[in-house]
């Protein structure tokens, strides 16, 4: 059905009118860990930086509970590791725990059996704090791109159902820029399926725009977030929200890094609280695993092949090209 025939559907009211609930979901990391700062903070040296994860975390479980909110939660195995007993909070709280890599090392930097090694250990890690298998992968900083479409199969064959990297926009650090923007399933070489859930997107002039989540909700006008919702719902689809416990948190210590990644980190975290209790108080929310369970009632998913999403990103980057050009 085109996007207009969901737009003709709402309008006859009744049952078909009424907003979906959209999906949210957490990257619990620690402030020293994000890709930023990965040329200025080295792994080895994660144990000597004062955490803040536990507190920042317990933060967004309490303003999620104030607001009778439920999301899935994307644990960085190294912090499942040393924290298990804030995995077990979250999912004792209504969240569904899911995995977002062991180190937070980008995907397209790693070998497939470096990612199969990485996302192995993480799954274990988490799977024993909170006692139930997990079947959702989000990479670091959305860094399964066109270069490493294996890493689909990978997920698939290490028992995870669904994934939620794939960020359909040009990015200097990320993206595919011509996957599809609404949730699709992936034909991996290997036969096995892999529902795949991309972050949302606005499309201005041929161009996919990022929004509602990180950096995204905290610096574009609140204006912005809002259309998205209202467009999102219009088509009946769902907007896939995301954010970080540490943007929860203004009074983080400060790292010296370029201006660049000092100005993606710290700018507006002292609103992003305001901006997550807005929508949190506006719209209905899902975690990924209720999702699922929705869509095992509906008919026949669409089936997107890695050389459907070899095409599409190449199609997508000489559009943005273009454009820029």
């Known amino acids: 059905m085109t996007n207009s025939g969901h737009i003709s559907e709402r309008s006859t009211g009744g049952a078909d009118a009424v907003p979906r609930a959209h999906v949210l979901s957490v990257d619990v990391e620690d402030y020293f860990q994000v890709e930023a700062f990965a040329g200025h903070v080295a792994r080895e040296s994660w144990e000597r930086w004062p955490s803040r994860v536990v507190e920042n975390t317990q933060r967004v479980l309490d303003l ?3 607001h009778q909110a439920r999301g899935t939660f994307f644990f960085v195995g190294w912090v499942a590791a040393r924290f298990p007993n804030l995995v077990r909070e979250a999912q004792a709280r209504g969240h569904e725990i899911a995995c977002h890599s062991y180190s937070h ?29 997990v079947q959702g992968y989000r990479a670091p900083s959305w860094s399964i791109t066109k270069d490493c479409l294996w890493a689909l199969d990978i997920l698939a064959e290490e028992g995870f159902t669904y994934d939620s990297s794939i960020y359909p926009i040009h990015h200097d650090l990320y993206g595919v820029p011509g996957a599809k923007r609404f949730p699709y399933t992936h034909d991996c070489a290997n036969g096995l399926p892999l529902r795949e859930f991309p972050p949302a997107t606005l499309r201005f002039a041929g161009t996919n725009f990022p929004v509602a989540g990180g950096g995204y909700l905290r610096i574009f006008p609140s204006a912005y977030t809002e259309l998205a919702f209202r467009k999102f719902e219009s088509m009946r689809e769902r907007v896939v929200v995301y954010l970080h416990p540490w ?13 660049k990644s000092r100005l993606r980190h710290y700018t507006n975290l002292g609103r992003m609280k305001s901006r997550v209790e807005t929508i949190l108080g506006r719209d209905k929310f899902l975690r990924f695993c209720d999702v699922l369970e ?12 890695h050389a459907e999403l070899a095409a599409a990103a190449a199609i997508g980057l000489a559009e943005s090209e273009g454009t820029q050009g």
Not at 247 to 259: G, K, T, V, Y
Not at 296 to 302: N, S, T, V, W
């Open 64 to 66: 999620f509970e104030a």
């Open 105 to 133: 090392r980008t995907v397209y930097r790693l070998t497939p059996k470096e990612f199969r090694e990485d996302t192995h250990r993480a799954k274990r890690v988490i799977e024993d704090a909170c006692g139930t298998a």
């Open 247 to 259: 943007e929860l948190d203004p009074e983080q210590p400060r790292i010296r890094a370029p201006l």
């Open 294 to 305: 929705e869509e095992r009632c509906a008919p026949a998913l669409r089936q997107e092949s």
